[in-house]
């Protein structure tokens, strides 16, 4: 058994759980998100605790109870909170604007860039070089800010590209000129 499903997970106020026939459902304050579960995992709600468990006659692997505690702790904080990643564009001339439901980026190539902003994902571009990407699900948050990172990542020579606000990009040292 995972030592995380020796543990309840803490239904926050405001937010209700359901779940039924392999279907856990959560709602709350930003929203609601559901998610499909293999047959043998069960789910038990005791007031404002969660339990994720196995079920002893169908036989399955134990990583998946870790699988599913991490799934299911994810969508409650999801709808309580909200999930957020915070990219920054390094480079002259780089820049970021919203249009309608695309994000448009200028990182140096001759040809448009042009990303469709997911259902269900915000984007916000301050001062044309931060992007904030927030939302409920926590993969579609993190896809996203991996997709935008993916267009031009951080070069290690002089660092410019698209980052993390906390990544740390190690720096190389560029061609040392020949002493005659």
Do not use: C
Request: hydrophobic residues 40%; glycine residues 10%; charged residues 25%.
């Amino acid at each position: 058994m995972s030592r995380l499903a020796k543990k309840p997970l803490e239904l926050p106020q405001g937010t209700e759980l359901n779940f039924s026939n392999g279907l856990v459902t959560v709602k709350g304050a930003k929203g609601q998100l559901k998610q499909d579960t293999m047959p043998g995992i069960v789910v038990k709600q005791e007031e404002k605790n969660i339990w994720v468990s196995l079920d002893e006659k169908i036989h399955i692997k134990k990583p998946f109870l870790g699988l599913y505690l991490s799934l299911i702790k994810n969508m409650i904080e999801g709808v309580s909170k909200g999930f957020e990643k915070k990219l920054q564009l390094i480079g002259v001339g780089y820049r970021a604007a919203v249009s309608g439901n695309s994000l448009d980026l200028k990182v140096g190539y001759s040809h448009p860039t042009l990303l469709t902003i997911p259902e269900g994902i915000e984007v916000k571009v301050e001062k044309s070089v931060a992007i904030s990407v927030t939302g409920i699900d926590k993969r579609a948050v993190g896809q996203f800010a991996a997709d935008i990172r993916a267009v031009r990542p951080p070069e290690p020579y002089k660092g410019k590209g698209i980052r993390y606000i906390d990544e740390f990009v190690r720096k190389k040292a560029g061609k040392a000129a020949k002493g005659a």
